[in-house]
C-alpha cells in the first residue's frame, strides 16, 4: 500500500514562507507524476501544482505562478512545494498526491483533476495571516 505523509505546514503572516514537503513509501516513487492540492473550508479541492516523473516539466494553477515551486527528489522519494509571499488567500489544508498511471504529460495546461489522482496523503494546515 503507498502512503504518503505530508509536513511543513504551519501559520505564517502575509508575505512569509513555508516549505511542504511529502515523503511517499515504496519503490516506485520516480514512476509517478506528483501533485499537490488544496482545500480551503466551504470549497471543493483546487488543484495547485504537478511535476512529471523525472521532474523536468511542471505545471501550475495560476493564482500560485511565480510564488509556488514544486519539486522532487526522487532518491528521497519526497516531493516539495516552496511557498513565498504567501497570502490570507493560500490558507487551507494542502495534499499531496500521486498518479501511479499517467495516461497523459506534464505542463501545458495539463492539471490533472483530483480524480485522476490514485494515492493521497492525509494533509497539512497552512494558515496565512494579514
Known amino acids: 500500500q503507498v502512503q504518503l505523509v505530508e509536513s511543513g505546514g504551519g501559520s505564517v503572516q502575509a508575505g512569509g514562507s513555508l516549505r511542504l514537503s511529502c515523503v511517499v513509501s515504496?519503490?516506485?516513487?520516480?514512476?509517478?507524476?506528483m501533485g499537490w492540492f488544496r482545500q480551503a473550508p466551504g470549497k471543493e479541492r483546487e488543484f495547485v501544482a504537478e511535476?512529471?516523473?523525472?521532474?523536468?516539466?511542471?505545471e501550475y494553477v495560476d493564482s500560485v505562478k511565480g510564488r509556488f515551486t514544486i519539486s522532487r527528489d526522487n532518491a528521497k522519494n519526497t516531493v516539495y512545494l516552496q511557498m513565498n509571499s504567501l497570502k490570507p488567500e493560500d490558507t487551507a489544508v494542502y495534499f499531496c498526491?500521486?498518479?501511479?498511471?499517467?495516461?497523459?504529460?506534464?505542463?501545458?495546461?495539463?492539471?490533472?483533476?483530483?480524480?485522476?489522482?490514485?494515492?493521497w496523503g492525509r494533509g497539512t494546515q497552512v494558515t496565512v495571516s494579514s
Open positions: 498526491a500521486a498518479d501511479n498511471s499517467p495516461r497523459s504529460g506534464v505542463g501545458s495546461g495539463s492539471r490533472r483533476p483530483p480524480n485522476e489522482y490514485d494515492h
Open positions: 515504496g519503490r516506485t516513487f520516480s514512476t509517478y507524476v
Open positions: 511535476i512529471s516523473q523525472i521532474g523536468s516539466t511542471t
